[in-house]
């Protein structure tokens, strides 16, 4: 859930203009939701940093004694629906994907269905979180795209127009310097 989260939010928001703002809605959002803004970031810190290195096998091993991060995490859900006040959500799916995506395993619905089947979780909504996933990242890479040729053509747009003013200017000079075109007389008589 907290990986899920934290990249949710990294991902999406990671345009916004103000960092300090960003920093304040993270907390406004993990406050709202009755957790520890700090916590959030350790616990998804400390997923990226157990996926690193290790291997599909490595998670399903994990799951199935129970240990580590995600080897916990997994196991409690794979007993069932609610486990500990604990509940499935978009976020904890959205989770399991980039764990996925952080052990090498491709986003595919046939990989999603080994993963559901092994680790004994909902497959109809981790399948409507994936499909979501993509699509959504998809068009976050669109619009990045988009926002990126703006940029460029706004920079292209700047540098014909100072372009433009220095040919201008060169002009203007040359012609201060021109006798022929009313500039100043030429000194060396």
Same mark, same amino acid.
């Given at each position: 859930?907290?990986?899920?989260?934290?990249?949710?939010?990294? /991902?999406?928001?990671?345009?916004?203009?103000? /960092?300090?703002?960003?920093?304040?809605?993270?907390?406004?959002?993990?406050?709202?939701?009755?957790? &520890?803004? &700090?916590? %959030?970031?350790?616990?998804?810190?400390?997923?990226?940093?157990?996926?690193?290195?290790?291997? /599909?096998?490595?998670?399903?091993?994990?799951?199935?004694?129970?240990?580590?991060?995600?080897?916990?995490?997994?196991?409690?859900?794979?007993?069932?629906?609610?486990?500990?006040?604990?509940?499935?959500?978009?976020?904890?799916?959205?989770?399991?994907?980039?764990?996925?995506?952080?052990?090498?395993?491709?986003? #595919?619905?046939?990989?999603?269905?080994?993963?559901?089947?092994?680790?004994?979780?909902?497959?109809?909504?981790?399948?409507?979180?994936?499909? #979501?996933? %993509?699509?959504?990242?998809?068009?976050?890479?669109?619009?990045?795209?988009?926002?990126? &040729?703006?940029?460029?053509?706004?920079?292209?747009? #700047?540098?014909?127009?100072?372009?433009?003013?220095?040919?201008?200017?060169?002009?203007?000079?040359?012609?201060?310097?021109?006798?022929?075109?009313?500039?100043?007389?030429?000194?060396?008589?």
């Amino acid at each position: 859930f907290a990986l899920g989260l934290d990249d949710v939010f990294v /991902e999406f928001l990671r345009f916004y203009p103000s /960092e300090q703002e960003r920093d304040a809605l993270y907390a406004a959002v993990t406050h709202a939701l009755r957790f &520890e803004t &700090e916590q %959030i970031r350790a616990d998804a810190a400390a997923v990226r940093a157990w996926c690193l290195g290790k291997t /599909e096998q490595d998670v399903f091993d994990a799951a199935q004694a129970g240990v580590g991060p995600v080897g916990t995490a997994l196991a409690q859900a794979a007993r069932g629906f609610p486990v500990d006040d604990w509940f499935y959500s978009r976020l904890f799916g959205v989770g399991l994907i980039r764990v996925m995506a952080a052990v090498g395993v491709e986003l #595919t619905v046939t990989d999603m269905e080994r993963w559901t089947d092994t680790l004994q979780l909902p497959k109809n909504k981790l399948a409507i979180e994936m499909a #979501t996933y %993509i699509s959504t990242t998809e068009r976050l890479k669109q619009a990045e795209q988009m926002f990126a &040729e703006i940029a460029a053509r706004d920079a292209r747009k #700047t540098a014909e127009r100072l372009a433009e003013k220095a040919k201008a200017a060169k002009a203007a000079a040359d012609a201060l310097e021109d006798p022929a075109a009313g500039g100043p007389p030429d000194r060396g008589d």
